[in-house]
């Protein structure tokens, strides 16, 4: 087998375990739950566009 065999062979699966210990390290859940909140906060943009209020927004296109 050459050096390229053995760099699929465990190269690949190394990578996968790798992936696998960065997602599941300690510390990584607090932040995966602020991030699963970040669809369901509405920012002040939105809230804005939403009353009418154009804020103090700078918009080239104007």
């Given at each position: 087998?050459?050096?390229?065999?053995?760099?699929?062979?465990?190269?690949?699966p190394?990578?996968?375990?790798?992936?696998?210990?960065?997602?599941y390290?300690?510390?990584?859940?607090?932040?995966?739950r602020?991030?699963?909140?970040i669809?369901?906060k509405?920012?002040d943009?939105?809230?804005?566009?939403?009353?009418?209020?154009?804020?103090?927004?700078?918009?080239?296109?104007?």
């Open positions: 087998m050459s050096w390229s065999g053995y760099l699929y062979l465990f190269g690949i190394l990578i996968f375990i790798g992936i696998i210990v960065y997602i390290r300690p510390g990584a859940k607090r932040r995966y602020q991030d699963a909140q669809p369901l509405e920012n943009n939105h809230n804005r566009h939403r009353n009418g209020d154009k804020g103090e927004q700078n918009d080239p296109r104007r």
